[in-house]
């Protein structure tokens, strides 16, 4: 008999003991659960962290993220409306919203991966397909006559109907419609990088230098003008001063010769005679040099002071 209990007693203890080493997991934060008994599941998937208890040895517990994750395709070459190839580069960010359902259809999140790359870029190369170039490379907020570096004339003055973000909306809730299948949960989808192919990108590049050249040549033009007419504001205020100058040096020449008329008079009022005498020396200065030679007759006016100094006999 004690040996039947002793039994007992040994079994139920090791019962509780493969219960609390196999009877219970700890889900941690940020994480999500499925039990699974031979495979397959069982019951509800546990989501709240915490301690929580399975069957011992027969369930099994498979753990899934329960944080948003990042989803990167593959950079492709997609046509657009107006046959213009551009090399796309698209993200996403997603989360497992019900991990039994996920686990039902996707098993792991590598399989995930290609799932959405099956959804999101058939989705995106149908939208891309379906509008211009323009739609693709601008956003729903330019403004009309807005240029851009990449942008022709014509382009900067076609009407936007969707813009970048528009589409990138619109691929994001036709994508999200076919992922809770998989219990997925679509949180949303970008445009990492927009560009265009090697080929569309020379003429892009010529067209660049082009408009530049012009704008280069149009402020070149303007600045020529300006420079004109700064020059021909500096010449005409240059002929405005130099006429003032004049004008105002006349004046102060004709009264200083008035002045000098009015002082020359006074003196030969004085002594008319002197006055005549010392205008003569002047003149036999000016006329007489070393070899001239004066044929004059006796009474000549010219000859009286000369003929009064008795120099000449």
């Given at each position: 008999?004690?040996?039947?209990v002793?039994?007992?007693?040994?079994a139920?203890?090791v019962?509780?003991?493969?219960t609390?080493?196999d009877?219970?997991f700890?889900l941690?934060?940020?994480?999500?659960?499925?039990?699974?008994?031979?495979?397959?599941?069982?019951g509800?998937s546990?989501?709240?962290?915490?301690?929580?208890?399975k069957t011992?040895?027969?369930?099994?517990?498979?753990?899934f993220?329960?944080r948003?994750?990042?989803?990167?395709?593959?950079?492709n070459?997609i046509p657009t409306?107006?046959?213009?190839f551009?090399y796309?580069?698209?993200?996403?960010?997603w989360?497992?919203?019900?991990?039994?359902?996920?686990?039902?259809a996707?098993?792991?999140?590598t399989?995930?991966?290609t799932?959405?790359d099956?959804?999101?870029?058939?989705t995106?190369?149908?939208?891309?397909?379906?509008?211009?170039?323009?739609?693709?490379?601008?956003?729903?907020?330019?403004?009309?006559?807005?240029?851009?570096r990449?942008?022709?004339?014509?382009?900067?003055q076609?009407?936007?109907?969707?813009?970048?973000?528009?589409?990138?909306?619109?691929?994001?809730?036709?994508?999200?419609?076919l992922?809770?299948?998989?219990?997925?949960?679509?949180?949303?989808?970008?445009?990492?990088?927009?560009?265009?192919?090697?080929s569309?990108r020379?003429?892009?590049?010529?067209?660049?230098?082009?408009?530049?050249q012009r704008i280069?040549?149009e402020?070149?033009?303007?600045?020529?003008?300006?420079?004109?007419?700064?020059l021909g504001?500096?010449?005409?205020?240059?002929?405005?001063?130099t006429?003032?100058?004049?004008?105002?040096?006349?004046?102060?020449?004709?009264?200083a010769?008035?002045?000098?008329?009015?002082?020359?008079?006074?003196?030969?009022?004085?002594?008319p005679?002197?006055?005549?005498f010392?205008?003569s020396?002047?003149?036999?200065?000016?006329t007489?040099?070393?070899?001239?030679?004066?044929i004059l007759?006796?009474?000549?006016?010219f000859?009286?002071f000369l003929?009064s100094s008795?120099?000449v006999?």
């Open positions: 008999m004690n040996s039947i002793r039994f007992i007693l040994i139920l203890v019962v509780a003991g493969a609390v080493w009877g219970f700890i941690p934060e940020g994480k999500q659960a499925v039990i699974t008994q031979f495979g397959a599941p069982v509800d546990a989501t709240e962290a915490g301690l929580h208890f011992p040895f027969i369930q099994k517990v498979r753990y993220e329960k948003v994750l990042i989803w990167d395709g593959a950079p070459q409306n107006d046959k213009t551009v796309l580069d698209t993200t996403a960010r989360r497992i919203s019900d991990a039994l359902t996920f686990l039902q996707v098993n792991n999140e399989r995930a991966m799932i959405l099956d959804i999101i870029d058939s995106v190369r149908d939208l891309v397909n379906k509008n211009n170039l323009v739609e693709i490379i601008r956003s729903s907020d330019w403004i009309v006559g807005e240029r851009s990449s942008v022709s004339e014509d382009e900067v076609e009407p936007i109907k969707y813009g970048r973000d528009k589409i990138e909306e619109m691929i994001f809730l036709a994508a999200s419609q992922t809770p299948q998989y219990g997925i949960e679509l949180v949303d989808v970008m445009f990492k990088r927009v560009n265009y192919i090697e569309v020379v003429k892009v590049y010529e067209r660049m230098i082009s408009e530049r280069a040549a402020k070149r033009s303007l600045g020529e003008g300006q420079k004109a007419e700064i504001k500096v010449q005409r205020e240059l002929k405005e001063i006429s003032v100058a004049s004008r105002e040096a006349e004046e102060i020449k004709g009264k010769d008035a002045e000098a008329s009015r002082i020359y008079a006074d003196a030969y009022n004085k002594d005679e002197f006055y005549a010392s205008k020396l002047e003149s036999y200065g000016k007489v040099g070393s070899n001239t030679r004066l007759s006796t009474d000549a006016e000859y009286k003929n008795g120099a006999k």
